[in-house]
């Protein structure tokens, strides 16, 4: 998972020798090229490499971050057979209603290969109710082990959880939010609703992902977001 920043590296290496004012994008990007691979880019599983991938870009200073593609192949957002959406639309779409712009440096006491963590300014949400100095951190568990994190920046402060796992295995189609099965109703969206908690470790299963916001954090550097 870390070759990527490698290949960031080398870009943002050239950019800044050439046009040190050039925006960088990461363009045309998925979890495997050549129409992803069967089984894999179209299940859970493939939501680790996508979710690291979005956080890396955006730690890195990159600017925008181009998803290929919506529709058809096996890296697909949307099942090009039944029109269902797949695992990595669900975490798309809840990184676009809680990641705001600012990117905070996260430090963990573990290694990154037993968890990987992000912290953004929380994007201003009417329809979660999310305003200026709270705080969005989202964590990928690529391990078997159980996990407990700890916030001590953050004591008795309540803290909202949006957690993704497979329905039936990494390679399952489904993903569920809080143990709730996603899928569309009515062809719509449902609320996407997450549950709240007001302690200061929150535990979850190994080989998970997903969001936690903190409303009340009152981060100064968020506060104009």
């Known amino acids: 998972m870390d070759h990527l920043i490698f290949t960031i590296q080398t870009a943002l290496d050239v950019t800044r020798r050439t046009n040190p004012l050039t925006p960088v994008w990461l363009g045309e990007t998925s979890s495997c090229y050549d129409s992803g691979a069967t089984g894999i880019s179209d299940r859970y599983v493939a939501g680790f490499l996508w979710l690291d991938k979005l956080g890396i870009a ?24 039944t029109f269902d959406p797949l695992p990595d639309y669900w975490s798309t779409v809840l990184y676009k209603r809680l990641v705001g712009d600012a990117v905070f440096s996260v430090e963990a006491s573990v290694d990154n290969s037993t968890i990987r963590a992000y912290a953004h300014c929380t994007k201003p949400s009417f329809s979660y109710g999310y305003g200026p100095g709270s705080v969005t951190m989202y964590f990928l568990l690529p391990t078997d082990n159980t996990t407990s994190i700890t916030f001590p920046q ?4 309540p803290v909202d959880v949006f957690w993704l796992t497979p329905v039936d ?8 939010l809080n143990n709730n099965p996603l899928k569309l109703v009515n062809n719509t969206l449902p609320e996407l609703k997450p549950y709240r908690t007001g302690r200061n470790t929150v535990t979850f299963p190994g ?4 969001f936690l916001v903190f409303p009340e954090a009152d981060v100064a550097a968020c506060s104009s977001q």
């Open 58 to 81: 955006a730690r890195m200073g990159l600017k925008g971050v181009l998803r290929q593609d919506f529709y058809a192949g096996n890296y697909g957002l949307i099942d090009h057979g």
């Open 154 to 157: 953050f004591p008795n402060q």
């Open 169 to 176: 295995g990494l390679t399952s189609k489904t993903v569920a």
């Open 207 to 210: 080989k998970s992902f997903g």
